[in-house]
Structures are given as structure tokens and as C-alpha cells.
């Protein structure tokens, strides 16, 4: 896909809208890094409770839940980011339901951004990269995009939380990580050792922490690079017409 000419982005709210704890941070962390440090308030909203998420055998699903719960609030101070809410839908089972699209829409209307981040659902798989796509992310991804378009926008959809005070709020942009396809990079020269930093906060999640941070830098470099930066975040951005 061919980079498109887009306007600076410098968001006042930003919303990620993600599936388990750690995919903002591996997907997104430098830019929302890069958007806070300009002055934007960066909010974190996750969908499952992340339950499934460990190859030890022993692991209880309750202290799995603490432990990556603790390990993103830590990674979003290091991002500078405001606030996480978590969701407790089971890791694993997300489907695009209305009760998905509710929770994201009242967030939405809540927080007010004009930035959404989430993955791109449309991404099922990497032959090249040798991976498929988690269906969570998909779920999450899919779900996002219904609840900023038409669900947040439209007073008469979900007219109960209408009736509850969430007041409609139209997004202007959406970022979709999609690591395949990009048409718009942010600069995240000045915070990737931000987005390093978050990443090592799931510990977790990573058995050799250095190498996944030495593979998400050498990422970053080449999507950088495509731009005239040192480092770089590639997303599917869509402005939407007010």
C-alpha cells in the first residue's frame, strides 16, 4: 500500500481499544508515548481479562489475571499514558456482540477521544511472517470499528446509554495496527525506548525480554526508515468526516 499524504496528527484524547494486556504496547506504545508527550491524554481500554496467557502449566488463571493486570498499569506509566479500564471477558472467547460494541461505545462517549487505536480486523493471517492472527484481536478490532462508527456517533443507536447521559461523540481518526500494510507512520524516534520500556513491564509475557525488545526495535527502524525517521509505528489511517 502506498504511504498517503495526511495532516499532522496531534490528538488532544487518544483511545486504544485493545484485546488483552500487551497488544497496545507491542502494536502502538511509541506513538501514544509520542501523542502524550505533546500533550495528549492517553487512555487504555482492554477487552478480556487476559486469563490465557501463559505457557506455565501451574499457572493459576486468578493470579494470571493480577499479574497482567499490574504489569499493563506499569507499562502505561511508562508511556505516560492517563488510565487503563479492564473488561472481563474471557481470553479466548471475544466475539463481536452487542454487549462488546456497548462497553466500547460507552467508553467512547465517555472519554471522548478523537484518536482510536485498535487492531485491524481484517488481518487473518502472515504467511510470510508464519502468524494467525489471534481471533480475539479480530474480535476486538471489528467491535471497535462498529462501536466509532455508527454506534458512538448516533444519539438513536443504543438509545439507553442515550437515556443514561453518554452523550453521542463522533471520532475523527482511526488507527489500525496492521503489521502487513501501513498508509501512515508515526515518528517515534524520541519514545522508543518508551515503548521498549512498557514492553519489558510484561514480564510475564516475554522469556527473553531483551530479544523481543531487540526484534521490536529493528521492527520499528524499518518502518521508520520508509518515512525519514529513525524509528517508526505503521497504521491504516481513516479520517472520518464530521
Partial sequence: MNPQKFSALTPKIVLGVAAHPDDLDFGASGAMAAFAAQGAAVYYLLLTDGSKGSADYHA??????????????????????????????????????????RDIVREIRTIRPDVVITMDPSVLYSAEQGMINHPDHRAAGQATLDAVYPLARDHL??????????????????????????????????????????????????????????????IASGIGAKSGYQFGEGYIRIDIPA
Fill in 157 to 218: 443507536s443504543m438509545p439507553e446509554l442515550f437515556a443514561e447521559g453518554y452523550e453521542p461523540h463522533k471520532v475523527a481518526t482511526l488507527l489500525l495496527i496492521n503489521f502487513n500494510e501501513q498508509n501512515f507512520t508515526v515518528d517515534i524516534s524520541q519514545t522508543i525506548d518508551l515503548k521498549l520500556k512498557a514492553l519489558e513491564a510484561h514480564a510475564s509475557q516475554m522469556p527473553d525480554v531483551a530479544k523481543t525488545q531487540a526484534m521490536v526495535r529493528d
Fill in 60 to 101: 493459576s488463571t486468578v493470579d494470571l489475571i493480577k499479574t497482567r493486570q499490574a504489569e499493563q498499569r506499569a507499562a502505561i506509566q511508562a508511556i505516560g499514558a492517563k488510565d487503563v479500564k479492564f473488561l472481563d471477558y474471557p481470553d479466548g472467547e471475544l466475539e463481536v456482540t452487542m454487549d462488546v460494541k
